[in-house]
């Protein structure tokens, strides 16, 4: 499931993209607030106790890293990881710089998920509204088919060759530990920054917040 499930989200984001064109920007932010809560949950049941439980406060280091990771691939790809681009849609040059640090985020996000059951779902969640945004952004720019995809394709076998290449390396602890570390960085980055941009002004709004609470539950039930 860690192989596929990250896998099939993009082929759903994707083809969600070709099938309905444009989703409402509410429906949006509803699934990003569940994305965003469904993650940061995952991550504090399942990477942060097993971080810390070592007792090595040096872990820190790592996560914090992954942080100032995300922010810098951010830069390059212009908030698709939080689903939206700050990109003009009239660009006709293919986004190198944007397609390289997603797939570099995607890359890293998958290699601690073999045995984390519950960021397995979180990441194959986060990834429908990235594949959604980037492929209505290619089909926006009349990119040919066989180039979308190319580019889809590869993006959605990063995350699964991550896991891939981490399971069949035989990392021990001391390597699997920063890793996670990292990763559980670039994930909190990520999440908070989806659970924020989905409110409008920081006001409060119900269904938002009943979306998130039913992320947050699921993740723990998971």
């Not at 949006?28 to 971080?51: H, N, Y």
């Not at 439980?53 to 790809?77: D, H, K, M, P, R």
């Not at 190198?96 to 969640?125: K, N, R, W």
Request: glycine share 8%.
């Amino acid at each position: 499931m860690n192989y596929l499930l990250p896998f099939l989200a993009v082929v759903i984001g994707s083809l969600a993209a070709f099938l309905f064109k444009e989703v409402s920007n509410l429906r949006m932010k509803l699934l990003l607030a569940f994305s965003g809560a469904f993650l940061l949950s995952a991550v504090a049941v399942e990477f942060l106790p097993e971080i810390y439980e070592s007792g090595n406060a040096t872990y820190g280091i790592y996560l914090i890293a992954g942080v100032f990771i995300q922010i810098i691939l951010e830069f390059f790809s212009k908030g698709a990881e939080h689903g939206h681009m700050h990109v003009r849609k009239d660009v006709a040059s293919f986004p190198y710089a944007l397609f390289v640090s997603l797939c570099i985020h995607a890359f890293l996000e998958g290699m601690p998920l073999q045995d984390a059951s519950g960021m397995t779902y979180g990441v194959a969640i986060h990834k429908i509204p990235i594949a959604f945004i980037f492929t209505g952004f290619l089909i926006a720019n009349k990119a040919s088919m066989s180039k979308i995809l190319l580019v889809i394709g590869i993006f959605a076998v990063m995350s699964p060759l991550g896991s891939l290449i981490a399971q069949n390396a035989n990392f021990n602890v001391d390597i699997m530990l920063p890793i996670k570390a990292l990763v559980a960085g670039i994930v909190l980055h990520v999440s908070t920054t989806l659970i924020l941009e989905s409110s409008d002004g920081h006001q409060f709004n119900l269904a938002k917040m009943l979306v998130m609470l039913a992320g947050a539950g699921l993740a723990f039930m998971i």
